[in-house]
């Protein structure tokens, strides 16, 4: 006996039921899907949350809260982790192209966590009051970016 003898026991495996094969099968004509009503068709694909016809969750819930379209988003960077880069002047632009930043939304924003030790320059959009003092005391110089460059 080996591996190429090996059957399964007998009435383990059943056929494939054969459905839209005639009249004659059993399973002809609607194929076994009745007449009419939602799963009937071809191509049906029951939605999301579909509770059977009753009203789904979702839509029995109320709304709450709501979206501010104006809202700005910055991308944030901590005085510390300037200490730790490389270099001693930088810009928003050399920020993202040195990978420190993945993307500048609408601006970029200086926070103050973390210790500066250097002298150095930033170029940003905002500064936090913190921050700026942080730069100032450690001989460093703030240059704000006036025009906010638009989101994408």
Not at 87 to 112: C, T
Request: proline residues 5%; glycine residues 14%; positive net charge.
């Amino acid at each position: 006996m080996n591996l190429s003898n090996l059957k399964p026991p007998a009435g383990q495996q059943k056929n494939k039921r054969r459905i839209g094969r005639g009249m004659g099968s059993g399973r002809g004509k609607t194929s076994g899907r009745g007449h009419k009503g939602a799963r009937s068709i071809s191509g049906y694909s029951k939605m999301r949350g579909f509770e059977g016809g009753q009203m789904p969750l979702h839509r029995r819930l109320p709304k709450r809260g709501f979206t501010n379209i104006f809202k700005k988003r910055y991308a944030i960077l901590n005085v510390g982790r300037l200490e730790k880069l490389e270099g001693n002047s930088f810009s928003p632009e050399s920020l993202v192209e040195s990978g420190v930043l993945k993307k500048l939304h609408d601006g970029l924003k200086i926070l103050a966590g973390g210790e500066l030790k250097r002298k150095i320059t930033v170029k940003a959009h905002f500064f936090s009051p913190e921050a700026e003092k942080k730069i100032a005391a450690a001989g460093g110089k703030v240059e704000k970016i006036e025009k906010v460059a638009p989101s994408k």
